[in-house]
């Protein structure tokens, strides 16, 4: 135990005031909830163990989990001020738990709409507790926290689709996956038990009262989104989300269409995954340098993100396209992790759910809508990629219209001082 102690101080730069068992218990969900080896082999034993065909998968089941996901989302913040982070985090884990279980049992294809419903409301339940951690530690403790859960879940996912890797190779039944999985959901449903007690409920006679003043949810959105640097932040969190979504939904498209006869697919995956742990991780060490940056920081990584996905729109050399794709992952994942964080410092209600829900609605909802046009439009693979370059090109101009108006005001104040001085000076 004592060794386990010592392991777990060794992850965090300086003190902490979270007490270790806690930190165990978040590190054992975040790694329980992503340890999943059944995941990447979804379609595959839809499709030729409960016989649905390709066209029922992509129109009648999985578009269900999009909108059930865009919904949900939305819903997590007024639900935890009613309940708390705590229960919507453990109806979370169950809801998940609930939806490998009924594609494990299910055989009907309403059966399998409700399994994605489900699945939307388990994943967008993870999103509370991204928000759950802020409400734990103090506001130095923010990225700390939220690099190392993340890269936890990281982890998991990367070795959770290497074991599913080895067992596909030894031609395991499916039966194997689902037991691995369901295992890991229900360590993690039973981790959720011994999560701390948040305060939601606390914010219920605040919202009454705004309520009975007349304000209400219009009020309550206007003082979370007060200030010009959260906002921009805000839309560059939405924009980048969005577009490295789309990068990972058809990066094996991509990679079929540059060399359709290369097997490495699934270990590729899983290092982008590790480049992404690896990339959150870091932002823990670098923190002060990009709030000294002036912006630089998420300048260059957004433009470099955009040269990168244009760059795999015109590779012909799969291992370039490969290792373009791993290092994109792990780029977008350390600026994530530190815009996520910058969002919560620069917060001033507390209300971090409100806040992480509509910026993660606003990037799911941009990107649902641009995947429908870009599928109507017909383009390429290759003009794809290339298209989704524009996001993260976007997402630069964002800083930079930050970085400007940070310049303007910092001039205008020096300008409006300089007389006083003058005057001063002259008497």
């Not at 839809?46 to 578009?63: E, G, L, M, R």
């Not at 498209?253 to 699934?266: E, I, M, P, Q």
């Amino acid at each position: 135990m004592e060794e386990w102690r010592r392991w777990l101080t060794s992850l965090i730069p300086g003190s902490s005031s979270i007490p270790r068992s806690t930190l165990a218990v978040l590190l054992v969900y975040s790694f329980s909830s992503q340890f999943l080896p059944i995941e990447p082999y979804f379609v595959p034993y839809i499709t030729s163990v409960k016989k649905f065909s390709n066209h029922q998968v992509t129109v009648d089941i999985f578009p269900i989990s999009v909108y059930s996901q865009l919904i949900f989302t939305l819903l997590m913040a007024p639900v935890c001020l009613y309940l708390s982070h705590k229960v919507l985090i453990i109806l979370g884990a169950f809801g998940v738990l609930i939806t490998y279980l009924i594609v494990w049992i299910g055989q009907s294809l309403l059966a399998m709409e409700i399994m994605q419903i489900t699945y939307g409301f388990g994943v967008s339940a993870r999103l509370v507790f991204s928000s759950y951690i802020f409400l734990l530690v103090s506001e130095e403790e923010y990225q700390t926290m939220t690099s190392l859960t993340t890269t936890t879940s990281l982890l998991s996912f990367m070795l959770a689709s290497e074991l599913g890797q080895l067992l596909a190779f030894q031609e395991a039944s499916y039966g194997i996956f689902f037991v691995i999985s369901l295992i890991a959901l229900g360590i993690c449903c039973a981790v959720t038990f011994l999560l701390p007690k948040d305060h939601s409920l606390s914010s219920i006679s605040s919202l009454t009262s705004s309520w009975g003043q007349s304000k209400g949810w219009t009020t309550l959105l206007k003082e979370t989104w007060h200030g010009r640097r959260l906002q921009i932040f805000s839309l560059w969190w939405a924009v980048a989300f969005a577009g490295i979504s789309l990068v990972q939904n058809y990066g094996t498209n991509l990679f079929d269409a540059v060399d359709s006869k290369s097997k490495l697919n699934g270990h590729i995956l899983a290092a982008s995954e590790a480049a992404a742990s690896l990339g959150s991780y870091c932002a823990i060490y670098i923190e002060k340098f990009a709030s000294k940056s002036c912006l630089s920081i998420y300048i260059l990584g957004s433009a470099l993100m955009g040269i990168l996905c244009v760059s795999m729109g015109i590779s012909s050399k799969i291992w370039v396209t490969y290792c373009l794709y791993i290092t994109i992952c792990g780029i977008y994942q350390t600026l994530a992790c530190l815009v996520s964080v910058r969002c919560g410092q620069l917060l001033s209600n507390g209300q971090y759910i409100l806040l992480f829900s509509i910026n993660s609605f606003a990037g799911l909802l941009i990107e649902t809508l641009l995947q429908a046009a870009i599928e109507i439009s017909g383009l390429s693979i290759f003009s794809q990629f290339i298209s989704f370059a524009g996001f993260f090109f976007l997402a630069t101009a964002i800083c930079v219209g930050l970085h400007f108006v940070d310049s303007s005001r910092t001039s205008y104040l020096v300008l409006e001082t300089e007389p006083e001085h003058h005057i001063s000076d002259s008497t």
